[in-house]
T-cell receptor, first 116, second 114 residues
Framework: AQSVTQLDSHVSVSEGTPVLLRCNYSSSYSPSLFWYVQHPNKGLQLLLKYTSAATLVKGINGFEAEFKKSETSFHLTKPSAHMSDAAEYFCVVSDRDGGSQGNLIFGKGTKLSVKP | GAGVSQSPRYKVTKRGQDVALRCDPISGHVSLYWYRQALGQGPEFLTYFNYEAQQDKSGLPNDRFSAERPEGSISTLTIQRTEQRDSAMYRC????????????FGEGSRLTVL
């Protein structure tokens, strides 16, 4: 069965410093992995996705994530935080090789705060 | 439309009443999904459709919950005889279809059952 663990429920950084949001996954198959962002009172938006091409995935707004199979991790990073990055971030796994294409498994989310 | 539209945005109802939540997906999107998000949790899969066909309803918690998409476009999620534990944000998403396609989410319908 697939599962996702986001190791931090809340991360606080200063503007201009690096961001690291951690995610570990468990999957019986070759997983597809995603990061979604949710700003207050907005719908969830796709930041980036990994589907077995390059292990380093670049997304929108300067975010990137690296798929590390040996560590079963898919951590989200950004070199320099901006105030507008304050939001909740969800790591998501999908079973590509079977099951429902719609059955995305979401982590519990990490709230990112950015201090001026 | 330009994005996924959900209505109502907020619904307060009394225990035992039925509610219907509506989702209008992005025009032309083949697949439509319903998720439920409790406070402090990530979204949890409920069900999804390809066109008008319900492909998977394994996430629906019990038989009080049902969903339909009769013409392959707008979908309705219905909760009968609501209970307080049904209170949550209900999120709809649509996609072009195919495996691992990007999901586009609406802003959600927040249901409160008193």
């Amino acid at each position: 069965a697939q599962s996702v663990t986001q190791l931090d429920s809340h991360v606080s950084v200063s503007e201009g410093t690096p961001v690291l949001l951690r995610c570990n996954y468990s999957s019986s198959y070759s997983p597809s992995l995603f990061w979604y962002v949710q700003h207050p009172n907005k719908g969830l938006q796709l930041l980036l996705k990994y589907t077995s091409a390059a292990t380093l995935v670049k997304g929108i707004n300067g975010f990137e994530a690296e798929f590390k199979k040996s560590e079963t991790s898919f951590h989200l990073t950004k070199p320099s935080a901006h105030m507008s990055d304050a939001a909740e971030y969800f790591c998501v796994v999908s079973d590509r090789d079977g099951g429902s294409q719609g059955n995305l498994i979401f982590g519990k989310g990490t709230k990112l705060s950015v201090k001026p | 439309g330009a994005g996924v539209s959900q209505s109502p945005r907020y619904k307060v109802t009394k225990r035992g009443q039925d509610v219907a939540l509506r989702c209008d997906p992005i025009s032309g999107h083949v697949s439509l999904y319903w998720y439920r998000q409790a406070l402090g949790q990530g979204p949890e899969f409920l069900t999804y459709f390809n066109y008008e066909a319900q492909q998977d309803k394994s996430g629906l918690p019990n038989d009080r919950f049902s969903a339909e998409r009769p013409e392959g476009s707008i979908s309705t999620l219905t909760i009968q005889r609501t209970e307080q534990r049904d209170s949550a944000m209900y999120r709809c998403a649509s996609s072009r279809g195919g495996s691992t396609g990007e999901l586009f989410f609406g802003e959600g319908s927040r249901l409160t059952v008193l």
